[in-house]
């Protein structure tokens, strides 16, 4: 059965412009992205063309400034959109999610001559990024990457190895993380580095539960040399750099996830309103409206905490804990929610007629990825009560 396209969820937008630029995802949503996106994601082919088509509708970079080609939108808006484009495919909003972190090193980091270099680019010249910060050997504990750039005059060589790249071997540029001096946080830099630059390489893309038209892979980094003008901030400050892009890509996260979510939730709704048993649709009977009753709850709950922590961020105010609240919540929810949506359509939820049971598999990895649900936990509780004593 191809994926339909949800309602439009009651949305407090902050502007026309906003409802106009929602009202312009949504179509595309439904004439692009939505018609193709079982068969697409079976075949594990990425939609390179859509991204061509939302770097022209100028989607590609909405949280940034229009000065270098962004959208000027809040989170709050930019959140909202991503949870539209993630509810008719998670490749697409994840795409879009990430796209977005690979561009904040620079557009908060970067020299005012680094970001009128490549901005325009990267937000609305049709190129993809991607974020380069795990390795195979160091994922959770990301500061001790061994990733590494050295000096060579006014260049940098960058060797070593990143793992878990959303858009590996097909990204236009990366923003990487490496290890300029010694052991620890201290020691990391950031780098942007071209896709096509020598040296740069991808493995095959990993063959995942999910999320198959997304291609994750390794990339190589096999003495890739760049100018010391593609250095995105100071020596050492690339770790920080990182984590204050992964708070905001948290948030990202938080919205596709309940996307993903809604879209299990139109799914079953609309299935149990149709499906007869016993004389009558099954949506007449206690058990399962309770079902539904709880998987809205939780979306609710989770979109609401979503936007209370992109409003912190809007207003310059500290959001790290709340994005981290956010991600736990909203990815927590979307794996409970589909796993509710494959039970409301019983055997048929199992099988690959309807969405559901793609939904169930693509929001697992949503409680993985920019930080496992661990992690977020262990960020939380710092926040409280202080870091663990050793």
């Known amino acids: 059965m191809p994926d339909r396209v949800p309602p439009p969820v009651d949305r407090l ?9 929602l009202a312009l995802v949504r179509d595309i949503a439904r004439r692009e992205i939505v018609p193709a996106a079982a068969e697409e994601e079976d075949a594990g082919r990425f939609p390179r063309e859509l991204f061509t088509l939302l770097s022209e509708s100028g ?11 962004g959208g000027d939108q809040p989170y709050e808006v930019y959140l909202q959109v991503l949870e539209e484009l993630a509810a008719a495919r998670l490749t697409v909003g994840l795409g879009v999610s990430v796209h977005t972190l690979a561009c904040s090193a620079l557009a908060a980091h970067g020299t005012d001559a680094q970001r009128a270099a490549h901005l325009p680019g990267m937000l609305g010249g049709g190129q993809l990024g991607a974020y380069c910060l795990s390795e195979p050997t160091s994922g959770s504990d990301a500061a001790s990457l061994r990733t590494r750039a050295v000096r060579d005059g006014d260049d940098w060589v960058i060797t070593g190895t990143k793992a878990w790249i959303t858009h590996g071997g097909i990204a236009d540029f990366y923003t990487v993380m490496a290890r300029t001096g010694g052991e620890g946080p201290g020691g990391i830099t950031a780098f942007l580095v071209p896709g096509d630059a020598e040296g740069v390489s991808a493995a095959p893309p990993e063959r995942k539960m999910g999320l198959k038209g997304s291609p994750t892979a390794q990339v190589h980094f096999d003495g890739v040399r760049i100018p010391d003008a593609r250095r995105i901030g100071d020596e050492g400050e690339g770790f920080a750099i990182a984590l204050a892009s992964l708070d905001s890509g948290r948030l990202g996260i938080a919205a596709c996830a309940i996307g993903v979510a809604q879209a299990a939730l139109d799914e ?8 007869r048993q016993f004389g009558r649709p099954i949506a007449d009977f206690q058990g ?9 709850t939780r979306i609710e709950a989770g979109r ?10 809007d207003a310059g105010r500290p959001f790290a804990p709340q994005a981290a609240m956010a991600k736990v919540t909203c990815t927590d929810a979307a794996m409970q929610v589909t796993t509710d949506a494959v039970q409301v359509l019983g055997g048929y939820g199992y099988t690959a007629d309807f969405p559901v049971e793609r939904y169930l598999r693509e929001a697992k990895v949503l409680q993985i990825v920019e930080g496992t649900n661990q992690i977020q936990r262990m960020v939380i509780a710092r926040h409280l009560v202080g870091p663990e004593t050793r």
């Open 13 to 21: 937008l902050p502007t026309d412009e906003a409802r106009d630029l």
């Open 59 to 69: 989607l590609l970079g909405l949280p940034y400034d229009s000065v270098y080609g």
């Open 268 to 275: 079953a709704v609309a299935y149990a309103r149709q499906r």
């Open 288 to 296: 399962l409206r309770f079902l539904l009753a709880d998987m809205a």
């Open 304 to 313: 609401a905490l979503y936007l209370a922590a992109a409003r912190l961020r």
